[in-house]
């Protein structure tokens, strides 16, 4: 489900590709590239994340891209950005069986009645979900009606797209695609839990600074996504100010869970346990069957109480997941110590990255 909006013209598809995950507080980044049939993560990096108070300029951007391109040591040029949650629209809406040029012409024409919304100079994509079964063949002189298709729209303001691009230029980089950060994790669960993928019904939370996303997934079909505005920060906050400790102290205790600290965290926690609940309820509602598995990623995944809290709360069995296990490891030294204990945090910058290949 490699979507894409930048522009989706026919292309090569890529042998090496710099892949970024614009984070709110990190930027997290993987160098892959394709070894025969396998894709290897030979280099992955974590920077601080500029400080943009409304909107960034292309030029400060672009430096801190090309810093990010100087901390992977790639020599390829091509860069995969993954947009923001906030920034880009994703739904599922039926449309006519034209050309994917046609349907972006019809989306942005009519965005209210396709999208519920008016999104005057935006620029979409889509992606066609492939029928599950072929149409039933009718009776001879009948006119039946050409069945719509099952589509995957992503949207995001053109001017934003542009300035991406602008900045990714000023890094001294080649912009090849721009993908919406909320369809990443559900690429790379595909490639690393394949047959949970197209198996079961399954939730994949990806808990980011600001926000959280939830993709619900029901035999490998994206049913449903939301994204709900609490994320890493508002943990982090929280208990910095109910324990009356500094950011960066509570940011370190978040993780490795002290036991007097779990009733603090315990209240930032649960609100998001029940906007998620209230997202199962109502697939298990519409869909009338249960989410077997949740799969939670992020760097607050890493912490076993919050992922306990959430087990309590969502009354459903969730793990956090890895998802470099489809990829060949080839690190160096300290980056193959410490993979398994970030990779949680790369999963959106893996799956963006699956679009080239």
Not at 90 to 108: A, G, T, Y
Not at 254 to 272: D, F, H, R
Request: proline share 6%.
């Amino acid at each position: 489900m490699g979507l894409t909006f930048l522009n989706s013209f026919a292309r090569k598809r890529r042998n090496q590709i710099i892949s970024i995950d614009l984070g709110g507080r990190m930027t997290k980044a993987v160098f892959l590239e394709r070894r025969g049939e396998v894709f290897a993560l030979t280099r992955y990096a974590l920077l601080d994340a500029p400080i943009f108070e409304k909107t960034f300029s292309p030029e400060s951007l672009g430096e801190h891209l090309r810093a990010v391109s100087e901390a992977l040591g790639s020599k390829t040029k091509l860069v995969i950005l993954s947009i923001s949650v906030n920034d880009a629209i994703v739904r599922m809406v039926e449309l006519p069986q034209i050309p994917v040029d046609e349907m972006r012409q019809v989306l942005k024409n009519n965005t209210r009645g396709y999208l519920q919304q008016d999104l005057p100079n935006w620029v979409f994509d889509c992606h066609i979900i492939p029928p599950k079964s072929p149409p039933k063949p009718t009776d001879a002189g009948k006119t039946v009606a050409i069945p719509k298709l099952k589509v995957l729209v992503a949207g995001a303001r053109k001017e934003l797209i542009e300035d991406y691009q602008t900045a990714i230029r000023n890094a001294g980089l080649v912009p090849d695609y721009i993908v919406p950060g909320l369809i990443s994790p559900v690429n790379a669960f595909e490639m690393a839990m394949p047959e949970a993928f197209a198996n079961e019904s399954i939730a994949l939370v990806d808990i980011g600074f600001k926000n959280s996303s939830i993709c619900i997934l029901q035999q490998g079909e994206l049913v449903l996504n939301r994204v709900v505005g609490i994320g890493g920060d508002k943990f982090t906050a929280g208990l910095a100010e109910t324990m009356n400790i500094s950011y960066a102290e509570a940011e370190g205790i978040k993780i490795g869970m002290a036991t007097e600290v779990q009733s603090a965290l315990e209240t930032q926690v649960l609100p998001l346990g029940r906007e998620l609940r209230a997202s199962l309820d109502f697939f298990e509602h519409e869909q009338d069957r249960p989410v077997s598995h949740v799969y939670v990623s992020g760097g607050s995944a890493r912490s076993e109480f919050i992922l306990q809290m959430l087990h309590s709360e969502l009354a459903a069995e969730c793990e956090v997941w890895n998802p470099t296990t489809f990829l060949q490891l080839a690190l160096p030294g300290q980056q193959a110590v410490e993979i398994e204990h970030i990779a949680p945090e790369l999963t959106v910058a893996i799956g963006a990255a699956l679009a080239a290949f």
